[in-house]
């Protein structure tokens, strides 16, 4: 197979249109360029350039070969770089758990500098919500959490808040009695079903009144708000994107309601220098 150095020199003289040219760019004198470009011919069996005129032009074959030589060194590169971003110390792979409270057009203009940055690395992207989220960061599945900002957190946490907030809000399907109703107060709400946020490691932290069903993701009590099994608080970007014309707002004293976001990080298992560099853009 054909050495790196070889390569080179083929798709320099290539894309340079010359041996000189080829020999200049690299700081190799013209007859190793030559000679490069010659072994590669006899390993591969083919003529890669027409050398009938005074300047040597790629051959069909010659094309064909050019875009696979390119392949090769762009793999090599990668490969190189990852092997020094491991040696460093960069996550093999990271996870990022991230609530459906909020879109976040900070975290979406991050993944693109990131991608640029590590673009061998794998992201895993979880979607949780409240104690689910704060599970995850606790045991290490998650190394990283954008979750609703909370009064308190386990002291093995560390926590600091995005400039970002969004708003939640009480929603019910347009077929639903509640919606030919306002003002709305409490009493008017228990009459009906609420279709509550449970997480999965704490289903029963706080109890309702009335008669509820309960789901661990906004998106599941979205699609049971559409369906009129009841109101739902709802995060409105959500409802914007997936639930426009389907569900109406309810006019609830109190309502609705901001809500900010934290980063969540775990003191025990912190994030490594791409799981660093992602918080870091999170947070300016």
């Keep these: 197979m054909a050495s790196q150095e070889v390569l080179l020199a083929f798709v320099q003289a290539a894309t340079q249109g010359s041996f000189s040219a080829a020999a200049r760019k690299?700081?190799?004198?013209?007859?190793?360029?030559?000679?490069?470009?010659?072994?590669?011919?006899?390993?591969?069996?083919?003529?890669?350039?027409?050398?009938?005129?005074?300047?040597?032009?790629?051959?069909?074959?010659?094309?064909?070969?050019?875009?696979?030589?390119?392949?090769?060194?762009?793999?090599?590169?990668?490969?190189?770089?990852?092997?020094?971003?491991?040696?460093?110390?960069?996550?093999?792979?990271?996870?990022?758990?991230?609530?459906d409270t909020y879109q976040s057009a900070r975290f979406e203009a991050a993944l693109v500098g990131f991608e640029q940055r590590y673009p061998d690395l794998?992201?895993?992207?979880?979607?949780?919500?409240?104690?689910?989220?704060?599970?995850?960061?606790?045991?290490?599945?998650?190394?990283?959490?954008?979750?609703?900002?909370?009064?308190?957190?386990?002291?093995?946490?560390?926590?600091?808040?995005v400039e970002e907030q969004t708003e939640i809000a009480l929603f019910v399907s347009r077929k639903h009695p509640l919606a030919q109703l306002s003002p709305i107060n409490q009493d008017l709400l228990l009459q009906h079903r609420e279709l509550r946020l449970?997480?999965?490691?704490?289903?029963?932290?706080?109890?309702?009144?009335?008669?509820?069903?309960?789901?661990?993701?906004?998106?599941?009590?979205?699609?049971m708000a559409q369906g009129g099994f009841g109101w739902a608080p709802l995060p409105r970007w959500l409802v914007g994107r997936f639930g426009a014309g389907e569900l109406v707002e309810l006019k609830v004293r109190g309502w609705p309601k901001p809500l900010f976001v934290d980063a969540l990080w775990s003191r025990l298992h912190p994030p490594g220098p791409a799981g660093s560099w992602l918080l870091g853009k999170m947070l300016e």
């Design 26 to 99: 690299l700081g190799r004198s013209q007859s190793t360029i030559s000679a490069a470009v010659a072994s590669l011919e006899i390993d591969l069996d083919l003529v890669l350039f027409d050398r009938s005129s005074r300047k040597p032009t790629l051959t069909a074959a010659g094309h064909v070969m050019l875009q696979r030589a390119e392949a090769i060194l762009a793999a090599s590169s990668r490969l190189e770089m990852t092997a020094r971003q491991l040696s460093q110390g960069v996550e093999p792979k990271l996870t990022v758990a991230i609530s």
């Design 122 to 161: 794998e992201l895993e992207c979880l979607i949780a919500e409240c104690d689910d989220l704060i599970e995850l960061v606790q045991r290490g599945r998650a190394h990283l959490a954008f979750a609703e900002m909370q009064d308190t957190y386990p002291p093995d946490l560390v926590t600091s808040t």
């Design 198 to 223: 449970a997480t999965i490691v704490n289903p029963y932290e706080s109890r309702a009144k009335g008669r509820v069903w309960s789901a661990p993701s906004y998106l599941m009590l979205l699609e």
